[in-house]
């Protein structure tokens, strides 16, 4: 950048504080990098599955680990209660690659033909959710279930399909709601009052 362009646009900063974006994390200036940035310790640790799902999520992404920017990749520790659910949800930005160290679990994912692909995956089974597409894991056992998962991204992202459609703030209007899943009003808030 020229000398001239960097003035302005250090001077429109300065001036306007919203006008920078920055989509995704900036880096870090290379001389305060350090082996801390690109390590993280715990994934020994169960997470806490005491929750209406019964499930724990650790996504490590670039928030929590950031040696991970720019690099594509993140990860995640899922551990499941006997009948734990890991609900249908969406990464955006990432195919994931799950591997099961515990238990098994049912997972599976749809794709945009509204065709099912399920597996029932035992203990060292792998399975892979592609790019965008709804998936879920359940554990189907009486014992708890440990996965892992890669994930394509620094920066996942994740959607969880029901808490978007009943748990948005402010929440989507009963009209659109009621039309799109074929019930009535009553069924639409029921479902509403779940995820407040
Ligand atoms: C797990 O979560 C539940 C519900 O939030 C909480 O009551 C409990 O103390 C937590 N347990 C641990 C070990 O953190």
Redesign the pocket.
């Known amino acids: 950048m020229t000398q001239a362009l960097l003035k302005i646009s250090v001077l429109l900063t300065k001036t306007h504080k919203s006008l920078l974006n920055v989509n995704g994390v900036a880096c870090k200036n290379p001389n305060q990098v350090t082996a801390d940035d690109f390590y993280f310790p715990g994934f020994d640790k169960c997470g ?4 209406k799902l019964g499930s724990a999520v650790n996504l490590v992404n670039v928030e929590k680990l950031p040696g991970l920017n720019t690099l594509g990749i993140s990860m995640a520790r899922i551990d499941y209660a006997p009948y734990g659910l890991n609900p249908p949800h969406i990464h955006p930005r990432a195919s994931e690659i799950l591997v099961v160290l515990e238990g098994s679990l049912y997972v599976g994912f749809v794709t945009t033909d509204n065709k099912l692909f399920t597996k029932v995956l035992n203990k060292g089974d792998s399975f892979v959710f592609p790019i965008g597409m709804v998936h879920f894991q359940y554990n189907y056992g009486t014992t708890n279930a440990v996965a892992f998962a890669g994930l394509s991204s620094q920066n996942p992202g994740t959607i969880r399909v029901a808490n978007a459609l009943f748990g948005s703030k402010p929440p989507i209007s009963d009209d659109v709601l009621t039309k799109t899943f074929m019930v009535d009003k009553k069924t639409v808030n029921y479902i509403q009052t779940q995820f407040q």
């Open positions: 806490n599955t005491s929750n």
